[in-house]
């Protein structure tokens, strides 16, 4: 089969999927973090629930988070990503819109547990299927653009969510977006194919030009019949891949979950305006998400370009500490922070298939996605406790040590970089 030049392949694989997933994961990311806007909003008084506590109900999610992660994984790379995700769309949706419904602080802790539960297996899922759907030297770019989603939901979700509040009242918050949750059916079914060749809007050429471009890819990855899920859990490198995950999760979920509360404290403004100024660190951050994917796949250095984003964070977030006194500049750096914030995931999700055979995959990113979201909640809780036991910056500098740790564990994996594709 003659190679068919990159650019005159239609791009229907762009225009299809990676939409349809960025959709679903910011409605998704939405219900699973306006917990932190509806705290800052008066939740924690009207239920009662000290600092530590709603640190706990932010963070409880996480453990819900970890059930589904391999089954869900497994289930989308031997049966239907699709249909799998479109079950998950129902049983969260319905749990976000309940949460307006809670009385006390056990039933929040409770719901937000089954929220966790059921949005766990979605990640893997759609990792799983932009592996069906973009070869190797597309793969950093199409999770990048992916990822995008958690900066859109996080631009749309301050606002919106602060605008509810502020309207109605933050019961009234998570009703609406739980319905709005469940609408995404009507997006997701007709977008999605698990496959190319089961994909009746794709142009033939596109489906020949990814026919061609997967074998060429199988021809370079590791395939090993004997290989399982159980075999690969003795290997050193998927725990350093799954402590490097949790390290940053701890990061990243203890600043974007506290976010609201840090900027309500240091700007002293309405709820409005904190969905305003909670916004703006999101959008930098697509833009850092875009530009470290593109130099990662020109580069195909994936260890550096996972690297250099944990570096930059853990940089501005410390610089946010120490101008603390200086309002403006203390915003300025978290708003600098969202640069970096999800830069790393793209290439850092391109290194599983480097490390470990195809046909576990499924398993192996299950299994960092589930225990490495441990740190999404220890990062919230640990910054929740130590704000009231020592203090607000004891709680932030927890989290740049956790990002320094990421970063150690990160240059002792293997040094993988391979020639770009052109």
């Not at 990822?147 to 979700?157: G, R």
């Not at 021809?219 to 940053?248: H, M, P, R």
Request: net charge positive; hydrophobic share 55%.
């Amino acid at each position: 089969m003659n190679n068919i030049e990159d650019k005159t392949i239609p791009k229907g694989r762009w225009k299809h999927i990676i939409p349809a997933t960025i959709l679903v994961y910011i409605v998704a990311y939405m219900d699973r973090t306006n917990i932190a806007i509806g705290i800052a909003g008066g939740m924690n008084k009207d239920l009662g629930m000290t600092a530590s506590f709603a640190g706990l109900v932010a963070g409880i999610f996480f453990i819900g988070y970890i059930f589904l992660q391999i089954p869900g994984g497994q289930i989308a790379e031997r049966y239907s990503a699709k249909k799998f995700i479109a079950w998950t769309i129902v049983v969260w949706g319905g749990f976000a819109a309940i949460t307006g419904f809670v009385r006390d602080p056990i039933q929040l802790l409770i719901i937000r547990f089954i929220l966790g539960v059921a949005e766990g297996g979605v990640y893997p899922a759609i990792l799983a299927l932009i592996g069906h759907w973009f070869p190797n030297h597309e793969r950093a770019r199409a999770i990048a653009f992916f990822q995008m989603n958690l900066a859109a939901a996080s631009i749309i979700t301050g606002p919106l969510s602060g605008w509810l509040i502020e309207a109605w009242g933050w019961r009234e918050m998570f009703i609406i977006e739980g319905i709005i949750s469940l609408a995404l059916l009507f997006v997701w079914m007709p977008l999605v194919s698990d496959y190319p060749h089961q994909a009746k809007w794709l142009d033939q050429r596109e489906l020949n030009w990814l026919n061609q471009k997967f074998e060429e890819d199988k021809a370079l990855i590791k395939l090993d019949d004997k290989a399982s899920v159980k075999t690969v859990l003795s290997s050193i490198n998927l725990w350093k891949l799954v402590a490097i995950y949790f390290f940053f999760q701890i990061g990243f979920y203890g600043f974007a979950l506290w976010m609201p509360m840090l900027i309500k404290q240091l700007t002293g403004s309405g709820m409005s305006i904190v969905g305003l100024l909670t916004a703006a660190p999101y959008i930098l951050c697509i833009f850092g998400q875009y530009y470290i994917a593109k130099l990662c796949d020109q580069t195909m250095n994936r260890r550096l370009y996972t690297a250099i984003p944990m570096i930059g964070f853990a940089i501005c977030l410390t610089l946010s500490i120490l101008l603390e006194n200086n309002t403006w500049l203390a915003y300025g750096m978290m708003v600098l922070c969202g640069f970096f914030l999800q830069a790393y995931a793209g290439p850092f999700w391109t290194l599983p298939p480097l490390l470990f055979p195809s046909n576990v995959l499924g398993g192996v990113r299950g299994t960092i996605n589930a225990l490495g979201n441990l740190g999404g909640f220890i990062g919230p809780y640990l910054v929740g406790l130590l704000t009231v036991t020592v203090s607000k910056n004891a709680g932030l500098y927890t989290l740049v040590g956790a990002l320094i740790i990421a970063i150690i564990l990160l240059f002792t994996l293997p040094a993988i970089t391979a020639k770009p594709t052109k």
